[in-house]
């Protein structure tokens, strides 16, 4: 049989790169994407990958062409390439049902979100920020998906040890910021955070990151003039799998 050459594009990263190390190749702000197949088919509708939660992950493995670790993908970058993915494996019009209502939103018109380019050193994903009640002065970054995968186990881990508890917040809080008053140890700062982190603080902080960190923007105005933000996940791509 011939061999077949699948046709590729060349997708931008809204993070444009910024914040991956130089010798990563995510730091050129774009990654070549294949077009679905059948293959890709079967991916998603997998059991096994479903029932782990990877099925997404193994989507993108899948189709990635250039030489990157997906878990090096921020996740407004990861969104990006999902969003290509779907596209250019479905088309642009993904029908979803709001308020009991068919929609029909036009994929192709999202758009990357816009950032402060200058909050970034090229190649450090590193960022300052004031906590505005108490003053302290922080630094965060933005979990990649390696970040992810630790603090999910980390999760599991003390919800096996108090089964009543619910620690995804404060530990995810504990991840997220890198420095507090310039201490970097992680102790301290685990410190900070269960004991001395004002809940106002730290709803500033989360609303702060989910404002400038780079991402498609997801939020669309439905035809009853409803903003609504798209949900993806595995029925993004194929809401009978």
Known sequence: MAEFKFPTEEIELPSKGLMYPKDNPLSSGKVEIKYMTAKEEDILTNSSFIKKGNVLDKLLESVIISKIDIDDL??????????????????????????????????????????????I????????????????????????????????????????????????????????????????????????????????DSKALRDHIKETQPDVDLNVIIDSGQEVRIPIGLGFFWPDA
Request: net charge negative; charged share 30%.
């Open 74 to 119: 921020i996740v407004g970058d990861k969104n990006a390439l999902l969003i290509a993915t779907r596209i250019l494996g479905y088309g642009s019009q993904y029908e979803v049902e709001i308020n009991g209502e068919k929609e029909t939103i036009d994929l192709s018109q999202l758009e990357n979100k816009t950032f402060d380019e200058s909050q």
């Open 121 to 200: 050193t090229q190649g450090l994903n590193e960022f300052q920020f004031d906590l505005p009640h108490t003053q302290t002065p922080i630094t965060y970054k933005i979990l990649t998906g390696k970040d992810e995968k630790k603090l999910e186990k980390e999760i599991e881990g003390i919800k096996r040890i108090k089964k009543d508890s619910n620690p995804s917040l404060s530990t995810r809080l504990k991840y997220i910021i890198t420095s507090v008053n310039g201490d970097t140890e992680r102790k301290d700062i685990n410190e900070f955070v269960d004991g001395y982190l004002l809940a106002k």
